[in-house]
């Protein structure tokens, strides 16, 4: 298949979902989504709590990468798991909805990204949201991307660690998505009517089979972008069982949305890159662009668990063979426990007084697992997760060989620098202050880890570099940036430096990580970009407040 259209997708992941059904609203444009995985249509993916089955191994749904020994991690290789098929890595995530601080926005407008503040971004937030609450100041109520609260956020745990959250000092806020990102509240989630909220689900569902100018091939994986006289004009893949080769044609654009992994990974294949890094993997160079796969910034969580003293876990909904019977009432009836995804409140705070805003993430879990849920402790218990939100550490992804399929090498530097050590210590004391107040105190047993006996800062220091992963948050291997930055990959309309034809729209593009998780903004990227290529003027910037319906009220 030698066919042409106007655009060629690689990646059918958050943002390649909504590249797909907004360009494809113009009958006239011809648009063809190339994904490496499948349809992503198994209950695991459907239902919420099949979250840690996707997230703990490497299947047809999750590429399951491993990063390289991690020199301030005790040289441990960390689990990476990434999403495969449509929806991406949206069709394996938490399914929390966070959009980040607005100051993160208004940073990469300081950088000299025009059109990027958060007065900027918030109408795209907000017109791919489909908030149960309907329009106000901060949420929309009528876009693709179904967002809801927790259905058992008044659960004992989820609200009391809220309440123990007040008891430590710290404040609360009823929307980390509104006008106030700092404290303890309820999570939004991507889950609608009992059902997880994929990008794909939301945006690529409703068109897949009306619209007849949308190609979509699954099982096609993109191995090189091929340039013509600095112009992208195509691509070529492999799809089928042979793996048979073949060519794509866009007469436009190629738009290269595989994520923060892939897509500096087919760059560089393609001969994008770092020429000393191509050579040394045996790439001849077609362009060359240093900034491509650094830049990686990750969210490194760590895990404190307490045994709970009462039967008010996910443990005692899912133990022994109850497990079947969650997987077989979610199936038959669409309810009970299958509906959640096991965390629902949690918070954002400051590890120092003096910050402009938090810089520490909580995600409270109603059970204990660990190592990406591949190990699952077998009694009632609870989980709170600390990551660090803005790491000063820079890492990298890059080539392991010039063979298409071979993973790339991804390498976080974690915890490079002593203020990221610093951070993550003090989240580590924070935590431990919110589990021993009053309002836990009727359901908190031991503490499992790290334990008591872990106290001063080196004996958590050390914890840290034993059991600390990553939360799943990669982003910057493309980073946006003006033309005078070396390091830049994309500017800020996402177009590839010195190259025709070709743009990143992803989550590599962002060239500072957010304070929060990295979905709803990928998918804001994506959406922006689907403006400017549709040739439409971008919607108007909103500064927060100004069309509130409840101080219109
Ligand atoms: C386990 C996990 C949990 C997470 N939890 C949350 C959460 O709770 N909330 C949140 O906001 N964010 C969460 N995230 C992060 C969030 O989901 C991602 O940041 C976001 O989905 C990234 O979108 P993307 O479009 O950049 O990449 P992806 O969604 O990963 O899409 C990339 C797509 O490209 C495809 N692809 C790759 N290579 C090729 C190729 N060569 N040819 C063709 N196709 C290719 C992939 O198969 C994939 O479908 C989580 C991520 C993971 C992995």
Redesign the pocket.
Known sequence: MNAHYDYVI???????SVLAARLTEDADVKVLL????GKNTSILVRMPAGVGSL?KAKSDFN?GFWTEPEPHMNDRRLWW?????LG???A???????RGHARDYDQWRQMGLTGWSYADVLPYFKRSEGFVGGDDAYHGGKGPLAVSWGERSSHPLYAGVIKAGAEAGHRLTDDFNGADQEGFGRYQLTIKDGRRWSAAQGYLSPILDSRPNLTVVTG???TKIRIEKGRAVGVD?VAGKGGEAATAYADREVLL????V?SPH?LNLSGIGDPDLLKAAGVPVTHALPGVGANLQDHLDVSLNWACTQPITLYNDTKGLKQLAVGLQYMLTGKGPGRQNGLESGAFLKSRPDLDRPDLQLHFVLAIMKEHAKVTVQRDGFTMHVCQLRPESRGRVGLRSADPLADPTIFANYLATEEDRRAVREGVRIARDVVGQPALAPYRGEELSPGFDVKSDAEIDAWIRETGETI??PVGTCKMGLDSDPTAVVDGDLNVFGLSGLRVV???VMPTLIGG????P?IMIAEKISDLLRGRAPLPAEEPGATSARSAA
């Open positions: 690689v990646g059918g992941g958050s943002a390649g190339l994904e490496a995985g997230i590429w798991p990434r999403g495969k098929g991406g890595s949206s394996i995530n938490g399914m929390v909805y966070i096609a994986r993109t893949y949305c595989a994520g923060a892939q087919i799943y948050h992803d989550a590599s998780n990295t979905n709803a990928t």
